[in-house]
């Protein structure tokens, strides 16, 4: 004889084991979603990391001030310019 009327407390089925199964779906799909939405953001690209919209002339354009090509003046000129 199983202790608690039947197999592992749950009365040997009926509505326990229904509720088991939803659970067990339930953990599942939220593992899923969990995947998913991880998988989409890791191959999101990240508006931050690759600058204002990833222009590379932009990039030029900082790194040459970066440099001390150009100064802060000729900076704001030409990156308007490259955003109009």
Do not use: C
């Amino acid at each position: 004889m199983m202790p608690w009327g039947g197999m592992m407390g749950w009365g040997g089925g009926g509505i326990g084991m229904v509720l088991g199964w939803l659970v067990m779906l339930a953990v599942l799909g939220a593992v899923v979603v969990a995947v998913v939405t991880g998988l989409r953001w890791l191959s999101t690209e990240q508006p931050a990391a690759r600058g204002d919209h990833g222009d590379p002339a932009l990039e030029v354009l900082r790194r040459r001030y970066a440099m001390g090509e150009i100064d802060q003046e000729e900076f704001e000129a030409k990156k308007r310019d490259l955003l109009q």
